[in-house]
C-alpha cells in the first residue's frame, strides 16, 4: 500500500489547527506543522533571520534577539514584494524538513501535513491528497480578529495575502466545511479520512 499524505490547508483562522487536533487524536496521525518550521527557519542566530534583519534593520528584532513577527507583519503584509522575498526564503527550508520528516515516518501508512500556503508555496507535490478546511468570509475575519487582535483592516489585508477560500476548495480532494457546529465539522472529517483510505 502507498503512503497517504494530507496535505491539510484552508483560510487564515478557517480551522486548520481544530482539523489536525482531531485527526491526532482520533486517527493517531502523525502531524507536520509548516508553522513550527517556518519559526524554526527564523530561530536567534539562524541565517534567514540575520537576512531578515540585514533588510528590515534591528528594529525588527525582539530585545532577545527573536524576530518580532508582529513589526515584520507590519512591513510585509501590505507589500506583496516584501512578502515574497521573506517568503522565498523561508519556504526551501520549510520543504526540506517536510521532506526529512516524510523519509523519517517510513513506518507510517498515513501523514498529515499542515500548510496554510499549501498553494502558494507550490508545495502541492509533497501530499497525496489535499484537505481545504473553509467557513464563511465573515466568520474568517471575525475569528481572526478575535485570535490575533487586528483591526477590521489588518485582517483583511492578511485574508487577501492569501489565495481565495473558493479558489483552494477548487483544488482540493476534499472541502470541509467549518461553518456550523464542531461536531458537524468533526463529522465531516471522519467520512473523509474513512472513503479516502
Avoid at 31 to 38: N, P, T, V
Avoid at 80 to 99: A, G, K, N, T
Avoid at 141 to 160: F, G, K, V, Y
Amino acid at each position: 500500500m502507498n503512503k497517504r499524505i494530507i496535505g491539510l490547508t484552508g483560510g487564515i483562522a478557517t480551522g486548520k489547527t481544530t482539523v489536525a487536533n482531531y485527526l491526532a487524536s482520533a486517527y493517531n496521525l502523525p502531524i507536520f506543522d509548516a508553522d513550527i518550521y517556518a519559526r524554526d527557519a527564523v530561530a536567534v542566530g539562524s541565517p534567514i533571520l540575520n537576512a531578515i534583519a540585514q533588510r528590515y534593520g534591528q528594529q525588527i528584532l525582539l530585545p532577545d534577539g527573536s524576530l518580532n513577527r508582529e513589526k515584520l507583519g507590519t512591513i510585509i503584509f501590505p507589500q506583496p514584494d516584501e512578502r515574497h522575498w521573506v517568503e522565498s526564503l523561508i519556504h526551501p527550508y520549510v520543504v526540506h524538513r517536510f521532506e526529512q520528516a516524510i523519509i523519517a515516518q517510513s513506518s507510517s501508512q498515513t501523514l498529515l501535513l499542515v500548510i496554510p500556503l499549501l498553494f502558494e508555496a507550490q508545495m502541492t507535490d509533497l501530499v497525496t491528497e489535499i484537505w481545504v478546511v473553509r467557513c464563511s468570509e465573515s466568520q474568517q475575519l471575525q475569528r481572526l480578529m478575535q485570535r490575533n487582535h487586528l483591526t477590521p483592516e489588518q485582517a483583511q489585508s492578511r485574508i487577501n495575502s492569501q489565495l481565495s477560500l473558493s479558489e483552494k476548495a477548487a483544488r482540493a480532494t476534499v472541502v470541509l466545511d467549518n461553518s456550523s457546529t464542531p461536531e458537524f465539522l468533526l463529522k465531516q472529517i471522519d467520512v473523509a479520512f474513512t472513503i479516502n483510505m
